[in-house]
């Protein structure tokens, strides 16, 4: 897959496609529908597939204050979008200028002239241009004018609820990690960066990675989490995570994200690993003593290890 970052390494004059379009962050069922009738579209009309999003989320700079946290990296997101076959992937940068597009200079300056439409694939829900104005009755309109296809596909369920990534950011948030991943369709990874933390939990017996999101990742439940651990060398371990404020030894402490590896005695500082949430094991706790918290984390690391340990 060929991914462009901005308009002007596009091919010129542009190579006809089938272009799916949204903001995929998540790329979660609902996405993966769209891409997917882009990808089997393409294949079946002898086209190029291309997935065209944005390098932000539109309310970043539209609703600063309410932009959300996102549920994939960059990294993860274009892996991601490349697994379900897309030859094409354009990441526009969402500017001031194209958040200024009227949806008709949208439909002829991006769709037509940089990106060789010749079939849409969005969300019935698809909003796009200056002040969210254009819709999908407005881009059928233009296509049979201009002889574009579009198909706009329905929402898709999981569970008794329509996938989203705002319901996705909310079963992550209240710890419901089995039914995120059911609306995902793909494990949800936890990305960043081991820095150097307090080191307590070296004094303790159980030195942790600390973990720096890498990006403004969507961050699970606070409380103690089995997690597995992929490592930038590919190894995947097994792991006690610690999502909190540190009550007992610390008073109105910042959130940390600290992981215990199972049966680990390497230095990965400055590496990216990624955390793979498995269960939830307990809330997270203020304790009388570092001699009862040493005891309960003890605990915590036997049951994580039961949980992560496969059955025969």
Known sequence: MQVYEDFESLPVPAMPAVV??????????GHRAIICRAVADAHASGLLATVFTFDRHPAELLRPDRAP???????????????????????AKFDAALAALDPEDFVSAILLRRLGAKAVVVGQDFRFG??????????QSRGKELGFDVTALDPVGS?????????????????EIAE??????????????VVTGRQLGRTLGFPTANLERSYRQVVPKQGIWAVRVSLEDGRVLN?????????????????????????????IYNTVIELQFVEYLR?????ASLDALIQQMNIDVARARTVLTPTT
């Open 180 to 193: 995120a991943e059911q609306a995902l369709g793909h494990p949800f990874k936890l990305a960043g960066r």
């Open 159 to 175: 569970g008794d609820a329509v996938v989203s990534s705002t319901r996705i950011r909310e079963l992550l948030g209240s710890g």
């Open 130 to 139: 200056k002040g969210r104005a254009g819709d999908v009755a407005f881009l």
């Open 20 to 29: 799916a379009i949204g903001a995929f962050d998540g790329i979660h069922l």
């Open 69 to 91: 946290d996102y549920i994939t990296t960059p990294d993860q997101r274009v892996k991601l979008i490349e697994n379900l076959g897309a030859n094409f992937l354009v990441i």
């Open 283 to 287: 809330t997270e706790a203020k304790f």
């Open 239 to 267: 792991g006690a995570c610690s999502i909190g404020v540190r009550p007992t030894v610390e008073d109105a402490g910042a959130r940390t994200i600290e992981t215990f590896i199972l049966d680990f005695n390497e230095d």
